[in-house]
């Protein structure tokens, strides 16, 4: 049996651009991943298919699973010779008792390996536009738990912090805002020293509330701040005014969760968070290679056009061409044909430009377009999806053209997403459907007992016309079936919200 290990990882503080190069290599190789509630749901994206996610469910005063539980499925899974990931939110070590974690694998003669994660206790406060240090106002800053243990031993040194010149960042410490405010205070620290407290930094739901310690308390109960939020205490507070830049755009403090492919949803990402949308990628579904190595034996010479239908078969037709062998020489002669632009540009990204895109990208809009450029010698090779639409196919038969389609690749659901779904369902303002499979999968996963609010926004008519027929309800569908026609979709509908 191969040997386990375990990374203890640091997912960083919200936003899963934080997360480190590092994490992500563990991420995608893993076995098993431990998540904690705190870590971003978009980094367990890049996990493999075949990964399993297990929820640790430590939050703020509740734990599904107590330490000694979480600390045991590490060394169980290890000894398995499993590769564990314990995804934690933030840095493993700065509050996230990831040394508690790393001293029972020591016990139990597992090996580790600690990867840091961008913590709170200095990327909260710059995403509010509060730098920590700054050489006119901070030369240090003290980073201090905000939970007050019922010992009186384990409370900071409240005397020492007042009398410190340095940025005070309590994290976890909402609850106790009102005892920590009035203890700095008891112990000297001016009542209108300035204080931020910042609940859920980095995430759509970032907000922020200025004071000071006189004043905060009342505040933050006046404006509803909810936990997870990070105090900041210090002069640094007042450049705030001036410096914050992340609490804008047209679509900030909108929450979009997206369920395509990993591809699809990481590009649709980075296209929405332009508009400083957050995005909360989970992939109900991916493609898996079909085991028929039809490429192998395809004569070449007795096509005019090749045609794929999606962005995902031109990534793995170019991946199996390179698995089998085949010379790129081969197709030089064939002509390209793409169902819409971003299946245009994965192509083009191959150094190929395509002859023939439909204005409309779907299925019959391309069957429309190719039929009119094709000539009685032409012979089309389709490449396609195994359980995909059979529009295209059928139209060019129709027409009498000569077609035959290779089944590269199915579209399987990601049923290890269930929880994760579910868990972030009731919390998102847009549910993003990009396929008809992909509502086809959410609907294996959807309780219909669950209520929620979000909107649903679809890619095109064919992907609308699932979701109505297997009962779920879209509130806007996509001029186009691009992150563009997506994201215009999303910021009419806000505008007239």
């Not at 998540?35 to 978009?42: E, H, M, Q, T």
């Not at 995430?203 to 990070?230: D, F, H, Y």
């Amino acid at each position: 049996m191969k040997k386990g290990n375990v990374y203890l990882v640091g997912a960083g503080s919200g936003d899963p651009a934080l997360l480190t190069k590092r994490g992500q290599q563990c991420l995608q190789t893993a076995d098993v991943v431990i998540y904690d509630a705190l870590a971003s749901v978009s980094v367990l994206n890049i996990v493999r298919p075949d990964c399993k996610l297990c929820f640790a469910g430590k939050r703020a005063g509740n734990h599904s699973k107590s330490q000694d539980m979480i600390n045991q499925m590490l060394i169980d899974y290890a000894k398995q010779g499993k590769q564990v990931v314990r995804l934690k939110g933030g840095d493993p070590f700065v509050f996230g008792r990831g040394g508690e974690e790393a001293q029972a694998l020591v016990e139990a003669g597992i090996s580790f390996e600690i990867v840091p994660g961008v913590s709170a206790c200095y990327s909260v406060p710059a995403y509010a536009g509060i730098p920590v240090t700054h050489r006119d106002y901070a030369s240090s800053f003290h980073v201090i738990t905000g939970h007050t243990q019922s010992d009186p031993k384990n409370e900071p040194d409240y005397a020492a912090l007042a009398k410190l010149d340095g940025t005070l960042v309590f994290l976890m410490g909402l609850t106790n805002l009102p005892h920590i405010a009035a203890a700095l205070m008891r112990n000297g620290k001016a009542a209108d020293t300035p204080i931020a407290v910042i609940q859920k930094g980095t995430t759509a739901r970032q907000k922020t509330v200025t004071g000071t310690l006189s004043n905060i308390a009342e505040a933050v109960t006046q404006q509803s701040l909810q936990a997870p939020a990070t105090i900041v205490i210090g002069e640094v507070v007042s450049l705030r005014n001036e410096l914050q830049w992340f609490e804008r755009g047209a679509l900030f403090g909108k929450k979009i969760l997206l369920t395509g492919t990993p591809p699809h949803s990481r590009h649709l990402a980075e296209h929405l968070q332009q508009y400083g949308a957050e995005t909360i990628e989970i992939s109900l579904i991916d493609t898996v290679p079909t085991i028929d190595h039809a490429l192998q034996s395809v004569d070449w010479s007795m096509y005019t056009w090749i045609v794929f239908s999606s962005a995902n078969s031109v990534r793995i037709f170019f991946d199996s061409l390179q698995q089998y062998d085949i010379d790129l020489r081969m197709l030089m002669h064939l002509r390209f044909a793409a169902i819409g632009n971003g299946t245009a540009c994965e192509l083009a990204a191959k150094g190929i430009f395509v002859d023939c895109v439909p204005e409309r990208f779907e299925s019959r809009y391309l069957a429309e377009a190719l039929i009119s450029k094709l000539e009685p010698h032409d012979r089309v090779l389709l490449i396609r999806s195994k359980n995909g639409s059979s529009v295209l196919p059928d139209m060019l038969k129709a027409a009498e053209k000569n077609v035959d389609s290779i089944l590269l690749y199915e579209t399987k659901p990601l049923l290890q997403k269930k929880e994760l779904l579910q868990a972030q369902l009731s919390d998102v303002d847009y549910l993003v459907f990009s396929s008809s499979s992909a509502v086809q999968a959410f609907v294996q996963m959807w309780e219909k007992d669950m209520s929620y609010r979000t909107k649903a926004i679809s890619i095109g008519d064919v992907t609308t016309k699932t979701a109505i027929e297997l009962g779920i309800s879209i509130a806007a569908t996509a001029q186009e079936a691009t992150a563009e026609g997506i994201s215009s979709c999303i910021l009419q509908d806000v505008e007239q919200s």
